[in-house]
């Protein structure tokens, strides 16, 4: 996926309950302070996949009818 409207346009085609898997592309940056300079010491990018189950979007309190909703969520290791 490029860009956000690639994200809405497959979860177009999603249920509430249903099981998605997700990779995203994640980069890690050491750095170290030398002379007033963050310095980059090393780049990693690696992928990271997790599994989600799909939710209802909940009201804020202000609109909620009271109905008490559970939020399900699964993720296979450390999260993102």
Same mark, same amino acid.
């Given at each position: 996926?490029?860009?956000?409207? &690639? ?10 309950? #249903? ?6 592309l994640?980069?890690? +940056?050491? !750095?170290?302070?030398? #002379?007033?300079? &963050?310095?980059?010491?090393? @780049? ?14 909940? #009201?804020?309190? !202000?609109? !909620?009818?009271?109905?008490?909703r ?5 993720? @296979?290791?450390?999260? +993102?």
């Amino acid at each position: 996926m490029k860009n956000p409207r &690639d994200l809405f346009n497959v979860m177009e085609t999603k249920a509430v309950g #249903d099981k998605v898997a997700v990779t995203v592309l994640r980069t890690d +940056i050491i !750095s170290t302070y030398e #002379d007033g300079l &963050d310095v980059v010491q090393e @780049a990693q990018r690696y992928r990271k996949m997790f599994t989600v189950t799909l939710i209802e979007k909940m #009201d804020p309190p !202000s609109v !909620s009818t009271g109905v008490q909703r559970t939020a399900i969520s699964e993720a @296979a290791g450390n999260g +993102i």
